[in-house]
């Protein structure tokens, strides 16, 4: 027993950091004063010497030290020591070892160690959180834009921070229209579409994304979760997660008859505005304090700076946002009440918004301009509808839907013969793409050609428009989900009630 305790002893004794939290860096830098090492055959290095960064530890006694390479040597130092040292990084990842020695990222795990455990528990979190979105549709899969996303992130990040910590950045695109991005401890990084659509230009959505990256490098979430003094358990939380979606799917679904396509009914889209998603929040530690968002704002922009990329762009992202915000009436996100500062305080901070043009964004994220579009249209949001849709049109990727919509909008806001021609001229170039034909291109061609006082044009409109609901009809057997399909078939036969109705009225006029 005493020739083991011997052999321990001798152990720690000659390897304290293999028991004690430690870091492995890589990080470069000179040092600006006298900086004192541990060493009986060199007790200092002079300011203006080059080293170079390659661990920090606990060691047994609770003190925090590191390891510098100086001219092929390496010698030990306390923690403070560091301070003497100006870091430059050559890349990404030496940038985000220099933020998280400079904000006290490091500091925190050497006391806390990694916190394997509840990183464990925080993976598992976004596991059940990404099968609430997948089982209520709530999420996009574009591989086209899925590459894209991650391509503006790979940008930002190394594919890993090398320094311990678990968590690889997924991206996931979810459907909603209130901007917004977010980014749990794991990586998983959610993307909304309306944020998408919010900003016009990659270089705002590079600032946005640097801005959640920095959430995740600085670990606010696993911070925040350690002050969290009490947490519901896992498998209540999620049943109430899951009985309140519900709920908001059938209350978005009882407004089927502003609902541009049927399609629409069974998304779920209003699922992340609902009253849970404060609850979420906090048990993903994602609840930030207004130090943690001014922080992260801080940190993005001089990411942004250190990759050559525009540092206005945060600015100008927010204040789009802000616009957003109060077109849509949503006067608590800009308050600044609570935890959370206020949009103004924080654009305050980085400077005025610049002016961006980028005429080829529009090209890349088309389709959920179109995807937006249709939702502001079921919201009666005509105007908004029409501004995204223009955008593709625009930019020379505008297609079937939004056509469609374009022809809408001016069907809702105006009523003059100028404005009913180019709606119908919006419904014919929509049929002369004819790659994936709209339901309601024959819907809203008769209705303009009744402004236009063409009854018989629009009864055969009307017609061939019950012809399109009947094959929808037809096609019902497809959709496995039984509340899915009674909600479906309840729009398509009051659907082909009403153009019916509407076929005996042209028959009259």
């Not at 092929?72 to 985000?96: A, C, H, M």
């Not at 991650?150 to 209130?178: F, M």
């Not at 019902?476 to 729009?491: F, P, Q």
């Amino acid at each position: 027993m005493n020739l083991i305790k011997l052999v321990v002893s001798i152990f720690i004794f000659n390897h304290p950091i293999g028991l004690f939290s430690q870091i492995t860096l890589n990080l470069a830098g000179t040092t600006t004063k006298v900086v004192f090492v541990n060493r009986e055959t060199s007790n200092q290095v002079d300011a203006g010497v080059n080293v170079k960064l390659k661990m920090i530890y606990r060691d047994e006694g609770g003190y925090d030290k590191a390891h510098i390479l100086v001219d092929d040597k390496i010698e030990l130092v306390q923690f403070k020591q560091l301070e003497k040292i100006d870091f430059k990084p050559s890349g990404n990842q030496e940038f985000w070892q220099q933020q998280c020695l400079k904000r006290g990222v490091y500091e925190n795990i050497l006391v806390n160690g990694f916190q394997y455990k509840v990183r464990k528990e925080m993976e598992d979190e976004a596991l059940n959180y990404l099968y609430h979105l997948s089982s209520n549709n709530l999420l996009i899969k574009d591989a086209y834009l899925e590459s894209y996303l991650y391509s503006l992130v790979y940008k930002l990040l190394p594919e890993k921070t090398n320094d311990g910590r678990p968590g690889i950045v997924n991206v996931h695109i979810v459907k909603d229209l209130a901007p917004n991005a977010f980014v749990f401890s794991n990586g998983s990084l959610f993307v909304n579409t309306g944020l998408l659509s919010t900003v016009h230009s990659e270089a705002e959505l590079l600032a946005v994304l640097a801005h959640e990256i920095a959430h995740f490098v600085l670990d606010h979430a696993i911070l925040n979760i350690n002050k969290a003094t009490q947490r519901q358990k896992r498998a209540e939380f999620w049943s109430a997660v899951a009985t309140g979606a519900a709920a908001a799917v059938d209350i978005y679904a009882a407004s089927k008859s502003q609902v541009y396509t049927p399609g629409i009914l069974t998304m779920g889209t209003a699922i992340l505005s609902f009253s849970i998603a404060e609850s979420i929040n906090e048990r993903f530690g994602i609840k930030y304090s207004q130090e943690q968002e001014m922080e992260a704002d801080r940190v993005a922009v001089d990411l942004l700076n250190f990759t050559q990329a525009n540092p206005k762009a945060l600015s100008t992202a927010l204040s789009r946002i802000k616009t957003y915000c109060v077109l849509a009436g949503d006067y608590y996100a800009l308050s600044g009440q609570g935890t959370h500062p206020s949009i103004d305080s924080r654009i305050n901070a980085m400077g005025k918004p610049t002016t961006i043009n980028d005429s080829t964004y529009d090209r890349k994220i088309s389709f959920i301009n179109t995807f937006n579009a249709g939702l502001e249209m079921s919201r009666q949001h005509f105007t908004a509808s029409r501004e995204l849709v223009q955008r593709n049109i625009k930019a020379n990727v505008g297609t079937e839907d939004d056509y469609v919509l374009a022809s809408m909008s001016n069907l809702y806001l105006h009523d003059s013969p100028e404005k009913n021609k180019e709606a119908l001229d919006y419904l014919t170039k929509a049929k002369q793409l004819s790659a994936n034909p709209s339901l309601n291109i024959h819907k809203i061609e008769a209705l303009v050609f009744l402004r236009l006082e063409k009854t018989t044009d629009a009864k055969d409109s009307f017609l061939k428009y019950k012809m399109s609901l009947e094959k929808e009809v037809a096609n019902l057997g497809k959709i496995n989900n039984d509340h899915d399909w009674s909600v479906v078939a309840r729009y398509l036969n009051d659907e082909l009630d009403w153009t019916q109705k509407m076929i005996m009225k042209a028959n009259r006029l």
